[in-house]
């Protein structure tokens, strides 16, 4: 298993993708905090408002997951790659790797391990820039940091890591990068269409983005009941039914 693991590591950062979607982890949050900070400074400034409204910095971590989106993406679509693309030979990267761990089953485990560790130190890194941007830029106006924070901290790093696997279990289905890229990273944007549904049916607070966005962020228009422990719960059933009916797929059909 450690060799498997080594080796799904060393595939994943060698694809030039993966570090495209490194810099957009870490810059996208950090960004768009020293947007809203700054909105926020000239707001106090005019006297519009006398403090920062919102906790800051939070919700602009939820967007940073356009960089473990690509990562989970590109780590199952590599593999469908002929590698005359990489290296002329001629033949399926999958069918490679299969060689090598013949064992389907410890494959994507090994695959799945990469990706989540990959994604949770990526998460890490923009959490610590963000946070730092914003007590930087808004100074004695930050808002202050208590214990329960912390717990909204870990929930984000949960909360990307979910989605690098979600992300990853798309993939696995359709073995093509467009169609998963295409609808994660739209729905990821500033107007995210599950937020919208929500505005529908209530029933799209159980989607997997919109349930799991409760660990650290609460939309308080969206009409959720959710708590943060029952967001995380929701999106991890999510994340398990999607890799589960993947492997299954996966483990049956040719590479």
């Known amino acids: 298993m450690k060799k498997a ?4 590591f060393s595939k994943l950062l060698s694809l030039p993708t993966i570090w495209i979607a490194v810099v957009v982890g870490i810059l ?5 905090a020293v947007i809203r900070s700054f909105q926020e400074l000239s707001e ?6 006398t403090a920062v409204e919102y906790p800051i ?3 602009e971590l939820g967007f940073g997951i356009m960089g473990v989106i690509i990562i989970g993406v590109i780590a ?3 593999e469908y790659f002929t590698e005359s693309e990489e290296s002329g030979s001629g033949g399926r990267q999958m069918t490679t790797s299969l060689t090598a761990n013949p064992s389907r089953i410890r494959f994507l485990l090994s695959k799945a391990t990469a990706v989540a560790a ?4 990526l998460a890490i890194i923009a959490i610590t820039l963000t946070m730092i941007v914003v007590q930087i830029i808004l100074v004695e106006h930050a808002p202050a940091f208590g214990t329960t924070d912390i717990f909204r901290l870990i929930g984000v790093v949960c909360y990307w890591v979910l989605t690098a696997l979600l992300a990853l279990g798309f993939t696995l289905l359709t073995r093509h990068a467009a169609l998963p890229l295409a609808v994660l990273m739209l729905n990821s944007s500033v107007m995210t269409v599950t937020y919208l549904l929500t505005r529908i049916t209530p029933l799209a607070n159980y989607l997997p983005d919109m349930a799991g966005i409760r660990m650290f962020h609460e939309i308080k228009d969206a009409g959720s009941t959710l708590t943060p422990l029952e967001g995380g719960a929701v999106m991890a059933a ?4 999607l890799l589960l009916i993947g492997t ?3 483990c049956r059909r040719d590479v």
Do not use: Y
């Open 5 to 8: 693991l080594a080796a799904e």
């Open 28 to 32: 996208v949050a950090p960004a768009i």
């Open 44 to 49: 106090i400034a005019k006297g519009v408002q």
């Open 57 to 59: 910095g939070f919700e």
């Open 76 to 78: 199952i679509s590599s």
């Open 118 to 121: 990959v994604s949770a130190i």
């Open 238 to 241: 999510w994340v398990t039914a």
């Open 248 to 250: 299954i797929t996966f």
